[in-house]
């Protein structure tokens, strides 16, 4: 008898479960399209701080052979296959924390604003700060990394009137120099420069010019990584015992200049100086298990370098969503 039952109640079941399903399916079939993404922002907290990481946007670099050198091009097309990666076209992200102290609000980089120079999908830090609730006249300090073109094409808009107008920069005076160098207008550099000086000569009565080893806003330090460009700066931001470093563009990518951190990069001004640069400041990182947040790594850019080997990997840290 039991078992009957239980025979006879499976199969009413069975049947409902097929009728529900044959109803329901064309209308879960139908449901439409959001074709939307989720916010460009991310936020966690360091310390006393809280850190808002803005994006502005995917920055395409196309094929890695003739940016990536030193390696042959099969082996860098291998090392991005090997990693899931698209052997034919690299793909940047351009992450900026926002720090907020409490008594300053500080933005890390500024992306390429207006210019469309590596194609329609960067530009986006405006749109995602807003999306994160910060308003640019809330920014008391700009803090560039270095002048190429993705770093500070954000500071003015399409007016070329400041976009942070309440704000001071802070820049390397040797990389000021050399990319508003009117001198270079004549030069492969011309596009640099012309970019540099957009943006950088607007806001030249509010640049303070940092120097390696100094903490120029309480909590931030600066440390001098030359190469990429001359001036090229990294910073060190701590809050309450708790830090991260923020790479700039210490390294561009977290699979081909990570494991193999002497391949050179053709947009470095020097690049045997600054593969230089990036062997040395990520032994530091790695072996004082300092996170980083890089600028150039998948979203949110945020983790740690360990050693592996003659170079190093990236360990991305879990987005924790709590607060």
């Given at each position: 008898?039991?078992?009957?039952?239980?025979?006879?109640?499976?199969?009413?079941?069975?049947?409902?479960?097929?009728?529900?399903?044959?109803?329901?399916?064309?209308?879960?079939?139908?449901?439409?399209?959001?074709?939307?993404?989720?916010?460009?922002?991310?936020?966690f907290?360091?310390?006393?701080?809280?850190?808002?990481?803005?994006?502005?946007?995917?920055?395409?670099?196309?094929?890695?052979?003739?940016?990536?050198?030193?390696?042959p091009?099969?082996?860098?097309?291998?090392?991005?296959?090997?990693?899931?990666?698209?052997?034919?076209?690299?793909?940047?992200?351009?992450?900026?924390?926002?720090?907020?102290?409490?008594?300053?609000?500080?933005?890390?980089?500024?992306?390429?604003g207006?210019?469309?120079?590596?194609?329609?999908?960067?530009?986006?830090?405006?749109?995602?700060?807003?999306?994160?609730?910060?308003?640019?006249?809330?920014?008391?300090?700009?803090?560039?990394?270095?002048?190429?073109?993705?770093?500070?094409?954000?500071?003015?808009g399409?007016?070329?009137?400041?976009?942070?107008?309440?704000?001071?920069?802070?820049?390397?005076?040797?990389?000021?120099?050399f990319?508003?160098?009117?001198?270079?207008?004549?030069?492969?550099?011309?596009?640099?420069?012309?970019?540099?000086?957009?943006?950088?000569?607007?806001?030249?009565?509010?640049?303070?010019?940092?120097?390696?080893?100094?903490?120029?806003?309480?909590?931030?330090?600066a440390l001098?990584?030359?190469?990429h460009?001359?001036?090229?700066?990294?910073?060190?931001?701590?809050?309450?015992?708790?830090?991260?470093?923020?790479?700039?563009?210490?390294?561009?990518?977290?699979?081909?200049?990570?494991?193999?951190?002497r391949?050179?990069?053709s947009?470095?001004?020097?690049?045997?100086?600054?593969?230089?640069?990036r062997?040395?400041?990520?032994?530091?990182?790695?072996?004082?298990?300092?996170?980083?947040?890089?600028?150039?790594?998948?979203?949110?850019g945020?983790?740690?370098?360990?050693?592996?080997?003659?170079?190093?990997?990236?360990?991305?840290?879990?987005?924790?969503?709590?607060?």
């Amino acid at each position: 008898m039991t078992t009957n039952l239980s025979r006879r109640s499976l199969l009413a079941l069975g049947a409902g479960l097929s009728a529900t399903t044959m109803l329901g399916g064309s209308a879960l079939a139908k449901a439409p399209k959001l074709g939307t993404q989720t916010p460009y922002w991310h936020r966690f907290v360091l310390g006393n701080a809280e850190v808002t990481v803005v994006s502005d946007g995917p920055l395409p670099l196309g094929d890695p052979s003739g940016t990536f050198t030193g390696v042959p091009k099969e082996e860098v097309k291998k090392m991005l296959s090997d990693n899931f990666l698209n052997p034919d076209n690299v793909v940047l992200e351009q992450n900026s924390p926002i720090v907020n102290t409490g008594d300053k609000l500080i933005l890390f980089d500024t992306g390429m604003g207006t210019s469309k120079a590596f194609g329609p999908t960067t530009g986006q830090q405006q749109k995602s700060m807003a999306a994160a609730g910060i308003k640019p006249e809330d920014i008391d300090a700009v803090v560039c990394s270095h002048a190429h073109i993705d770093h500070i094409g954000g500071l003015v808009g399409a007016d070329d009137k400041p976009l942070f107008p309440n704000a001071q920069v802070y820049i390397a005076q040797s990389d000021f120099d050399f990319w508003t160098d009117e001198g270079k207008l004549g030069s492969q550099l011309k596009d640099f420069v012309i970019h540099a000086r957009k943006n950088l000569m607007p806001v030249r009565d509010r640049i303070v010019f940092i120097k390696d080893n100094q903490e120029f806003l309480p909590g931030v330090t600066a440390l001098s990584a030359p190469g990429h460009t001359v001036g090229h700066t990294i910073f060190m931001v701590s809050s309450k015992g708790k830090s991260f470093c923020f790479l700039g563009d210490l390294s561009h990518h977290a699979v081909l200049l990570l494991e193999k951190p002497r391949m050179e990069f053709s947009y470095d001004t020097d690049p045997k100086q600054a593969a230089s640069s990036r062997v040395k400041m990520l032994d530091m990182l790695a072996a004082q298990k300092i996170p980083v947040m890089s600028y150039h790594f998948a979203w949110p850019g945020y983790g740690h370098v360990a050693k592996n080997g003659d170079g190093f990997r990236y360990y991305p840290e879990p987005m924790n969503m709590q607060l």
